[in-house]
T-cell receptor, first 117, second 114 residues
Framework: AQKVTQAQTEISVVEKEDVTLDCVYETRDTTYYLFWYKQPPSGELVFLIRRNSFDEQNEISGRYSWNFQKSTSSFNFTITASQVVDSAVYFC??????????????FGAGTTVTVRA | EAGVTQFPSHSVIEKGQTVTLRCDPI?????LYWYRRVMGKEIKFLLHFVKESKQDESGMPNNRFLAERTGGTYSTLKVQPAELEDSGVYFC????????????FGNGTRLTVT
């Protein structure tokens, strides 16, 4: 069963619009971590944020903000006042403990964001 | 600090041929991972090295895939013989600690099997 679901395949916005990327996850662990990664056209995966399951505070970093709602198993990501440089594929990921020394990241399918000038 | 580097960036081979992908992790990172993204789907785990030992290889699709990390530094992933369904982007990542340290990913190798 898919553990991380990113229902939006593609989102296209005009510059300066806000865009919210949805992420819903599924896990039986009580302790887990959630991540967002960005894949710009250059190809590499860039780490954006890590959030543990006990910290439900929302976080803001510049134009980026994250809304973690444990009750709905969601970890949504909002880009405020989008810019062309935000165009990329964004991946949500879940880390679960397989053992005390072995963790595995499960990724969503990714959401392609296109910001038009 | 140099990031995770992968070589080659692109590879186009015919079905039945052999291809070897290389990953150089960030210096000092004991943990090295291989992931794969096939045809716009989710990125899937292949295996995890801790130094030169395979910690978890549960994601390796079949015995046509062989990963090595001799000496605990760089790693290679060999596909022999390649099949059409092996096409995709292969990512390597490294981290200094296990647990839930963020992974540092390379640019990936885009493999096309024709």
């Amino acid at each position: 069963a898919q553990k991380v679901t990113q229902a939006q395949t593609e989102i296209s916005v005009v510059e300066k619009e806000d865009v919210t990327l949805d992420c819903v996850y599924e896990t039986r662990d009580t302790t887990y971590y959630l991540f967002w990664y960005k894949q710009p056209p250059s190809g590499e995966l860039v780490f954006l944020i890590r959030r543990n399951s006990f910290d439900e505070q929302n976080e803001i970093s510049g134009r980026y903000s994250w809304n973690f709602q444990k009750s709905t198993s969601s970890f949504n990501f909002t880009i405020t006042a989008s810019q062309v440089v935000d165009s990329a594929v964004y991946f949500c990921a879940l880390s679960e403990a397989l053992s005390s020394n072995d963790y595995k990241l499960s990724f969503g399918a990714g959401t392609t964001v296109t910001v038009r000038a | 600090e140099a990031g995770v580097t992968q070589f080659p960036s692109h590879s186009v081979i015919e079905k039945g041929q052999t291809v070897t992908l290389r990953c150089d992790p960030i210096s000092g990172h004991d943990n090295l991972y291989w992931y794969r993204r096939v045809m716009g789907k989710e990125i899937k785990f292949l295996l995890h090295f801790v130094k030169e030992s395979k910690q978890d290889e549960s994601g390796m699709p079949n015995n046509r895939f062989l990963a090595e990390r001799t000496g605990g530094t760089y790693s290679t992933l060999k596909v022999q013989p390649a099949e059409l369904e092996d096409s995709g982007v292969y990512f390597c990542a490294s981290s200094q600690e296990t647990g839930n340290s963020p992974l540092h990913f390379g640019n990936g190798t885009r493999l096309t099997v024709t």
